[in-house]
């Protein structure tokens, strides 16, 4: 052992790195999930209440307005779009889903997102400040006011106005609630709780019969019938006749705004210092500032079916928790270093943390002093691995200091050049089956230490596949495994290397990150840009984005008794269930709480089955057994209909869905709720009688062109993250048939055609020139457009049977591939311009989008495509239309090919007199002798010159192509 000075030993326990038992620990836990603030699109950060209504749509009432959250998109209405006041204090909704909302103001009835009516004192509202809202029983509403007691209504007529007069206790009402019996209950400010029965007041709860304080903020009912009541000053439970009140522990001289019992009859508290439960009459704080609250206020408190609490604050919007799902310490918290590399629990249960740049300096909840000096025998900063032998020891090592070896909290050495090591750039260590430390380093090889002492080294001399070694695994058969990057995975038993395992074995790439062995026996390698290699009987089978994961770079792998894996990956962390069967792959992320999407080789599963992991800000703790399968589907709503790109109002009465044959480019819009795991919900759609299958959406909005008549019923369901479907949403239509397939126009034509047959003559003679213009015109497009791909296709096909050359005749195959796309897309192109269907505005707009976004999304080019001064219904000659599409397409194609650019605006524009085309991209321009070389400019110069028109180019910042004609 050392002979340390005490100033030494001093610094050698400082810079031990680590060791705080995280779940006992003095410092805080941050336990919020998720922050939804004005960022994210909440109306006001001062939240006063929240409701989720029948259709799974989260109201959240602000003192600057109402905001509706499906989990991803917002809606928020406030004066300006017809709400009485902004403050909103209470939310409800009515048997004909109508919701309901207590402004400052008055009295606001929502439909559909819009503010239909409002009641105030005009309507006989004793009070325009109403502050609670409760439908009763008896078919009848009751409103809270501020001073006026309790307006009673019955439908929009005033019925009754309870007073003070009357009975109640204070005319300030901040709440109502009624029991099973159909008694009221108003919760006044000075009066306690006044009860009301059969159009009669009983004795109040007040102080005097045992309230902890007269001035009530919030009363609910729990299901067992206790009333839960919030006061100024504490809580009281009002059970069976007898009060039982809670103001110590945290609650004295704070206010409980509001209450909510949980599934397993935790009852929780928000208040002005937190969030408390109340649990078999124990008072606690589960939530303040420390456990990662911005507002330690909570004004309201709202539970999910999924257990997950929605809490909306005073002054920083809504926090969102789930139970011991997700707990998280960082700087905030106490860890002196933000990145965390390196995670273990030894055999006490005590839960060790390296960091990058700091060390860890915890000890049982206490921070020592960050203290390192420069020396030989000083330890490094940089933590790369913490193990523990077998005999107690700790052992930790760092990229820049070697290994330091703990025992009882004591150094007992360190393991570095002067004793044995290459070099004191460890990665890994490892201690195996048989007492032998092995020691990974960079570019060191492995060193082995016996005893503590010196044994040898392990090089590529020796056999070690590379000299710089990663990781060290140990198997249940006691083979190890050393991975060396950019080498593949050494295996070493009893002494002796067996034959590496690489690329060319079946392994993903040859530079391994990290190695687990799953339950099933299989050995799991983690690697550097490819994914996961799963190694079973001798063979492999590769996992990667393709196959679901988040991530092909993999930083580290554990898993659990129940077979879990975990994968530590560059975005989050995959879990996987099922990894030799029907397996399962499901992300943690920062949207579920994760404290960093940036995670780091810090991971492992304690003894309790949670899994610990190291991100870029700080340990997260994930505890599988709470986070459990999600049975309650999504709610999936159609939200809106449009006809040919506009909003149908009224779309919801079946009559506004009755449309002529020629209004047949329909679109909807549809969402699925489920505010759990808003991000993970998936939706599906399909329009019968169209589609054979469910389609995948990949936006919540479809659209459908070229319907024929006939009846439809257009259909949309959502999956959540565990996999359970909702019914379908459904909407039907009608699509009118044209006036020619009518009985009546057919009887009319058969008349008709007997008075007309002499003009047969002249009309198919006609018809005859035309099919012959049109037959010209085919044929050149086909000559132009298509001849001379298929000549290069033709040469390239030689060339390959010409030539013994693999590598040039891959390269011409390929451009065999991709002219004979080019051809198929030109071929449907000109199918498309001369089908009759496709006559109209609105069909070539949409054929333009379709091919801005077909071919700019996968080039990664943005583009924005507006529209103005076009009737979209109306009709356009043949080959107006075609020369149009074409000049667009060649430009889209050269943009592509030839621009560099990573924008493109597209404009399309139609006045009284003129017609314009507009296309301009951000990218490199186009010089004079490029495009004399390009055919397809000189195309769209004698495209523009066959429909009256001319095309100009600006060639400054980027290229603008511009067809100019008279307005069509």
């Known amino acids: 052992m050392l002979n340390l000075s005490n100033r030494s030993r001093a610094l050698f326990l400082t810079v031990v790195h680590v060791s705080f038992v995280l779940t006992t620990l003095g410092f805080s836990q941050i336990k919020i999930q998720k922050t939804i603030g004005v960022q994210d699109g909440l109306v006001h950060p001062s939240v006063k209440c929240m409701f989720q209504d029948s259709r799974g749509y989260l109201w959240i009432g602000t003192n600057g307005g109402l905001s509706r959250w499906d989990g991803l998109h917002w809606l928020s209405l406030q004066t300006q779009d017809g709400l009485p006041a902004s403050t909103v204090n209470d939310i409800v909704e009515d048997e004909r889903g109508q919701i309901i909302v207590a402004t400052g103001a008055g009295i606001a009835f929502i439909e559909d997102g819009v503010a239909t009516r409002i009641i105030d004192e005009s309507s006989g509202l004793a009070n325009d400040n109403v502050l609670?809202?409760?439908?009763?029983?008896?078919?009848k509403t009751y409103f809270g006011t501020w001073g006026g007691g309790v307006s009673v209504f019955h439908q929009d007529t005033l019925v009754t106005t309870l007073r003070e007069q009357?009975?109640?206790?204070?005319?300030?009402?901040?709440?109502i609630a009624e029991d099973s019996t159909g008694t009221l209950?108003?919760?006044?400010?000075?009066?306690?709780?006044?009860?009301?029965?059969?159009?009669?007041?009983?004795?109040?709860?007040?102080?005097?019969?045992?309230?902890?304080?007269?001035?009530?903020?919030?009363?609910?009912?729990?299901?067992?019938?206790?009333?839960c009541i919030g006061t100024w000053d504490g809580f009281s439970l009002y059970d069976n006749g007898r009060f039982a009140s809670f103001k110590d522990g945290g609650l004295k001289n704070f206010d409980v705004f509001d209450t909510c019992e949980s599934a397993s009859g935790t009852i929780y508290l928000a208040t002005s210092n937190g969030v408390f439960t109340l649990r078999s009459d124990t008072l606690q704080k589960v939530l303040g500032v420390q456990h990662g609250l911005a507002d330690p206020s909570v004004r309201s408190i709202f539970l999910t079916g999924q257990g997950q609490f929605f809490l909306g604050t005073r002054t920083a919007g809504v926090f969102v928790h789930h139970p011991g799902v997700i707990v998280r310490w960082n700087e905030q918290t106490g860890l002196p270093g933000k990145v965390v590399t390196a995670l273990h629990q030894d055999a006490t249960g005590t839960i060790y943390a390296g960091t990058r740049n700091h060390g860890t300096v915890f000890l049982d909840g206490k921070a020592l002093p960050d203290t390192f000096e420069d020396g030989p025998d000083a330890v490094g900063k940089q933590v790369?691995?913490?193990?523990?032998?077998?005999?107690?020891?700790?052992?930790?090592?760092?990229?820049?200091?070697?290994?330091?070896v703990y025992k009882d909290r004591r150094l007992l050495k360190i393991l570095n050049l002067r004793n044995?090591?290459?070099?004191?750039?460890?990665?890994?260590?490892?201690?195996?089956?048989?007492g032998t430390l092995y020691v990974g380093t960079w570019e060191g090889g492995v060193t082995l230490f016996r005893n503590l002492k010196y044994h040898k080294t392990l090089t590529t001399e020796d056999g070690l596949a590379g000299n710089s070694v990663e990781f060290v695994y140990e198997d249940a058969d006691g083979t190890l495994y050393f991975s060396c990057p950019g080498s593949g995975v050494s295996r070493f038993q009893q002494g002796n290397f067996l034959p590496p395992l690489t690329a060319a074995d079946g392994l993903a790439n040859n530079s391994v990150t990290s190695i687990f062995q799953h339950s099933g026996g299989a050995i799991v390698f983690g690697t550097w840009g490819a994914g996961l290699s799963i190694w079973q009987d001798g063979d492999f089978e590769n996992l990667n984005v393709t196959s679901g994961l988040a991530s092909n770079i993999i930083y580290a792998i554990t898993g659990d008794d129940s077979g879990r894996v975990y994968l530590n990956t560059a975005k989050g962390v995959n879990i996987v269930q099922n990894l030799n069967g029907d397996r399962m792959i499901r992300l943690l992320d920062s949207r579920n709480g994760l404290g960093s999407d940036s995670v780091t080789g810090g991971l492992f599963v304690s003894s309790d089955g949670r899994a610990w992991i190291g991100t870029a800000d700080g340990v997260t703790c994930y505890d599988a057994s709470l986070d459990r399968s999600n049975s309650l589907p999504p709610r999936a709503h159609i939200t809106g209909m449009r006809l040919f790109s506009q909003a149908l109002n009224g779309w919801r009465k079946p009559d506004a869905r009755r449309f002529t044959h020629d209004q047949n480019f329909l679109s909807f819009d549809f969402v699925g709720i489920n505010l759990g795991a808003p991000e993970r919900v998936r939706l599906q759609h399909r329009l019968i009688g169209v589609d054979k299958d469910w389609i995948a959406s990949v936006d919540n909005t479809v659209q459908y062109a070229n319907l024929g008549d006939g009846d439809y019923v257009f259909e949309v369901r959502a999956r959540n993250e565990s996999g359970a479907w909702s019914k379908p949403a459904q909407l039907d239509f009608l699509l009118r048939p044209p006036f020619w397939k009518t009985w009546w126009f057919r009887a009319a034509l058969v008349l008709s055609l007997l008075g007309l047959a002499w003009l047969a003559y002249r009309v198919r003679v006609s018809r005859l020139l035309?099919?012959?213009?049109?037959?010209?015109?085919?044929?050149?497009?086909l000559h132009d457009d298509i001849g001379a791909t298929l000549t290069h296709i033709g040469l390239s096909s030689e060339v390959i049977l010409a030539t013994d050359d693999a590598s040039k005749a891959s390269q011409h195959a390929s451009k065999i591939g991709r002219l004979s796309r080019e051809v198929t897309q030109t071929f449907a192109d000109i199918v498309w311009s001369i089908d009759a269907r496709n006559d109209t505005v609105g069909e070539l707009l949409g054929r333009m989008k379709d091919?801005?976004?077909?071919?700019?999304?996968?080039?990664?080019?943005a583009y924005q495509f507006e529209v103005s001064g076009l009737d979209e219904s109306k009709a356009l000659p043949v080959d107006l239309r075609q020369n149009i599409y074409l000049i667009y397409r060649e430009t889209i194609t050269n943009i592509i090919k030839h621009s560099s650019a990573s924008a493109v605006e597209i404009s399309v524009k139609n006045t009284k007199n003129d017609f314009s085309m507009v296309v301009k991209d951000n990218g490199i321009g186009m010089t004079t002798k490029s495009a004399s070389?390009?055919?397809?400019?000189?195309?769209?110069?004698?495209?523009?010159?066959?429909?009256?028109?001319?095309?100009?180019?600006?060639?400054?910042?980027?290229l603008r192509v511009t067809l100019q004609r008279k307005a069509v």
């Open 132 to 139: 609670a809202i409760h439908l009763a029983s008896d078919e």
């Open 166 to 175: 009357d009975g109640l206790a204070n005319g300030i009402v901040m709440d």
């Open 185 to 227: 209950y108003f919760a006044t400010w000075g009066g306690g709780v006044s009860r009301y029965k059969d159009g009669n007041f009983i004795a109040s709860l007040n102080r005097q019969a045992g309230l902890v304080n007269d001035h009530v903020w919030s009363i609910d009912f729990t299901r067992s019938g206790a009333l």
């Open 384 to 404: 790369t691995s913490i193990f523990e032998d077998s005999s107690g020891r700790i052992l930790v090592g760092s990229f820049d200091g070697g290994v330091a």
């Open 420 to 434: 044995g090591l290459r070099t004191n750039r460890v990665q890994s260590v490892h201690g195996s089956q048989d």
């Open 770 to 781: 035309a099919l012959e213009q049109l037959r010209t015109r085919i044929a050149s497009d």
């Open 851 to 861: 091919h801005a976004h077909q071919t700019l999304a996968p080039a990664e080019i």
């Open 933 to 958: 070389r390009r055919g397809g400019i000189r195309n769209m110069h004698m495209r523009a010159e066959r429909i009256g028109g001319k095309i100009l180019m600006d060639n400054g910042n980027g």
